[in-house]
């Protein structure tokens, strides 16, 4: 049974820094995606960052240059560090899997679609101005 558990959100003054965490578990491989997404509303999401089974990288255009994905396999963790935080990356943030070796490209796509894969039950971060 996979399973993705967040933690690292909390709040920040504009301009700080967090590091998100989400360990996973229970797949048998690395043949997977994984990535983070944002709620924007009840029905809508938005992708942040993902890392694929090769260990490419892809970010969203708003994120670009501010947040960095990475994962310690050791620990079977993802983490997002998330830099220069502005008040509109107040959000819910959750972590994502997606089996199967697709590139960060679809992976990001299925992510913030949200209808394939597994995600966890989400971290708030509050960035205050």
């Known amino acids: 049974q996979v399973q993705l558990v967040e933690s690292g959100g909390g709040s920040v003054q504009a301009g700080g820094s967090l590091r998100l965490s989400c360990a996973v578990s229970?797949?048998?491989?690395?043949?997977?995606?994984m990535g983070w997404f944002r709620q924007i509303s009840d029905k809508e999401r938005e992708g942040v960052a993902v890392?694929?089974?090769?260990?490419?990288?892809l970010f969203a255009d708003a994120m670009e240059g501010r947040f960095t994905i990475s994962e310690d396999n050791a620990k079977n963790t993802l983490y997002l560090q998330m830099s220069n935080l502005k008040s509109e990356d107040t959000r819910m943030y959750f972590c994502?899997?997606?089996?199967?070796?697709?590139?960060?490209?679809?992976?990001?796509?299925?992510?913030?679609?949200?209808?394939?894969?597994?995600w966890g039950q989400g971290t708030q971060v509050t960035v205050s101005s």
């Open positions: 994502a899997a997606v089996p199967g070796r697709l590139p960060a490209s679809r992976c990001l796509s299925i992510i913030t679609r949200g209808d394939l894969g597994y």
């Open positions: 229970g797949f048998t491989d690395r043949n997977y995606c």
């Open positions: 890392l694929d089974f090769a260990g490419s990288t």
